[in-house]
């Protein structure tokens, strides 16, 4: 998995951890096996990926904090989580008008909407090296972290008290949308 195309909605991203067992371990570990992608529960979606250091607490490029347990990192729709305080613990709430991309390349993530940008590094420096490392390529065979413009603006959770000059785009929604795509790298 490296890209990921979801519709718009209101997203869970952090550790998929905050799901109750029978989602995590009966619906994912099951029937999914803890695969890293794209997987539909009850028709909505989830999507996984490993970090590339396992475990650990990761920042975002704008300093919000995720603690990771499971050594993966989600985005999970807002309809799957049973208790959404403790989503505030692990990660953080989004709502998106639009559709985005959820990218994996080489222990980086990015979650693309519109012309915004979250980035979040989960490198091991130690361990890295880039000739070996799962890659997302465009068309041209570029890695997609070398083409994300980093100073791109950066997404603001659903509970932060940013303002923008873009509130159209940040605006909450009623209905998360239950359908999704997935892209397979070439």
């Known amino acids: 998995m490296n890209i990921e195309v979801v519709l718009n909605g209101k997203y869970y991203l952090g550790d998929p951890s905050i799901l109750n067992d029978k989602y995590l371990h009966g619906i994912w570990g099951d029937l999914y096996n803890y695969e890293n992608g794209s997987h539909s529960i009850n028709g909505y979606n989830f999507i996984v990926h490993n970090t590339h250091n396992g475990d650990g607490i990761y920042y975002d490029n704008k300093n919000k904090k995720y603690i990771v347990n499971s050594g993966v990192l989600s985005i999970i729709d807002i309809n799957l989580i049973d208790d959404i305080s403790i989503c505030k613990k692990y990660g953080h709430i989004f709502n998106f008008d639009k559709k985005i991309n959820f990218i994996y390349d080489a222990g980086l993530f990015f979650i693309l909407y519109d012309k915004k940008t979250i980035k979040i590094n989960t490198i091991n420096i130690n361990e890295y090296d880039s000739e070996y490392e799962e890659h997302c390529e465009n068309e041209k065979g570029e ?23 873009e509130s159209d785009e940040e605006k909450d929604l009623e209905e998360p949308s239950k359908s999704f795509n997935f892209f397979k790298k070439k």
């Open 143 to 165: 890695y997609m972290s070398k083409i994300i413009d980093s100073d791109n603006e950066s997404i603001h959770s659903a509970n932060s008290n940013h303002k923008s000059d």
